[in-house]
C-alpha cells in the first residue's frame, strides 16, 4: 500500500509516499512544494493545488495521511496554513483518495509513546521505522514521513 503523508503549509508543503506492505515501511519519494510570500495568496494556492495533484498523478497513493490542524500558536499563519490544507483536502478528494487526518500529539504519540515528544526524538524514531541513517533536511518533509508511519501504525 502506497500512502501519502502531508505536512500542509503555505509557504512549504512537505510530502512523501510512504510503501507499507504490513510489516516494513519503505521511503519511496519525499519533497516539498514551496511558494513564494512575494505571490498574492490565491496564486500560491493553486500553486499547492497543481503541485499536489500532480504528485498523486505521479505517485498514484491508495491513502494519505495529513495533519490536523487543532491548535495554532501563531494566530497570523492559520488561516493561511488553513486554506493550503483546504485545497491539499481537495485534491485529496478530487482523485477519491481516502484521507486519515492525525494531530502533532498523536503523531509523536504513536511514533514515541510520548505525546509531547521533542523533534529529535520523533526523528529518531522515523530513521528507526525506514531503517535509514538520514532524512530529509527540511523539517516539514520529515514530518511528513512521520505522519504517514503514524498512520501505518493507526489504521491498517
Not at 42 to 53: G, T
Not at 130 to 138: G, M, N, R, S
Amino acid at each position: 500500500m502506497k500512502i501519502l503523508g502531508i505536512d500542509p503549509g503555505m509557504a512549504i508543503v512537505g510530502y512523501s509516499i510512504v510503501e507499507f506492505d504490513g510489516e516494513n515501511t519503505k521511503l519511496l519519494h519525499s519533497g516539498s512544494v514551496q511558494t513564494s510570500k512575494d505571490d498574492r495568496e490565491s496564486k500560491r494556492l493553486l500553486e499547492i493545488f497543481n503541485d499536489m495533484s500532480t504528485i498523486v498523478e505521479k505517485y498514484k497513493p491508495d491513502e494519505a495521511a495529513i495533519e490536523k490542524l487543532f491548535y495554532f500558536k501563531n494566530q497570523t499563519t492559520v488561516m493561511p496554513v488553513s486554506h493550503a490544507r483546504g485545497v491539499i483536502l481537495t485534491v485529496l478528494e478530487i482523485f477519491n483518495i481516502p484521507i486519515y487526518e492525525y494531530t502533532p500529539m498523536e503523531v509523536k504519540q504513536v511514533l514515541t509513546g510520548y505525546g509531547r515528544a521533542e523533534k529529535k526524538e520523533v526523528e529518531r524514531m522515523v530513521k528507526l521505522a525506514l531503517d535509514v541513517e538520514t532524512l530529509p533536511k527540511l523539517d516539514d518533509t520529515v514530518d511528513s514521513i512521520a505522519i504517514a508511519i503514524c498512520h501505518t501504525r493507526s489504521n491498517l
